[in-house]
């Protein structure tokens, strides 16, 4: 055991950081753009504050369609955009992209869902009260929803980690290297 980590130990530390790194930044970026994409999805439906079918159908579909895509047929495709828009599409920050995009939808699911849980009387009390859409989502929707999405951090952490496994398949960098 002392000659495995003599030899490789440096090595693993080093990946094992790389990993946190691009999980970590990945899930801070499908954080600020699910959490919104989130709440246009919960916002828009039937029986919801601001109802608009269409929008939420568009969004809807697009959630769904960006969770259905196996990340590794995702990472590739996304090359030539990665590459455009950090320089690579290799290594860290190469990898940082695909990952963010594919937690993107899956973080807009889970604020949905988490949403989803609000005590309906509780909307209706803040629009009984004359509060704008604006003041229920920020005032009542996230604040009452904050439990529910904390729980999902270290669930999109966890499933960021295993993507970026596949993603040292293609050159990535990180423990899949």
């Known amino acids: 055991m002392a000659d495995f980590f003599s030899e490789y130990g440096l090595m693993l530390l080093t ?13 801070l970026i499908a954080y600020i753009v699910g959490i919104p994409l989130g709440v246009l999805v919960t916002i828009t439906s039937d029986h919801s504050i601001l109802p608009c079918r269409p929008v939420n159908m568009i969004l809807g579909w697009i959630v769904n369609m960006g969770r259905s895509i196996p990340f590794i047929i995702l990472l590739v495709a996304l090359m030539p ?7 690579s ?7 940082i992209v695909p990952l963010s995009i594919a937690a993107i939808p899956f973080v807009a699911r ?17 629009h009984a009260t004359g ?10 929707l996230l604040p009452e929803s904050i439990p529910s999405i904390l729980m999902g951090v270290p669930i999109t952490l966890i499933t960021l980690v295993g993507y970026s496994a596949m993603a040292g398949v293609v050159g990535g960098g990180g423990l899949g290297d």
């Not at 990946?15 to 899930?27: D, F, N, P, Q, R």
């Not at 889970?110 to 803040?126: K, P, S």
């Open 15 to 27: 990946e094992t950081g790389a990993t946190l790194a691009m999980a970590l930044i990945s899930t």
């Open 81 to 87: 955009f990665t590459r455009m828009i950090v320089g």
């Open 89 to 95: 599409a290799v290594g860290i920050r190469g990898v």
């Open 110 to 126: 889970m604020i949905e869902t988490a949403l989803a849980e609000i005590d309906g009387g509780l909307i209706e009390v803040a």
């Open 131 to 140: 509060s704008t859409v604006w003041q229920i989502i920020w005032k009542v």
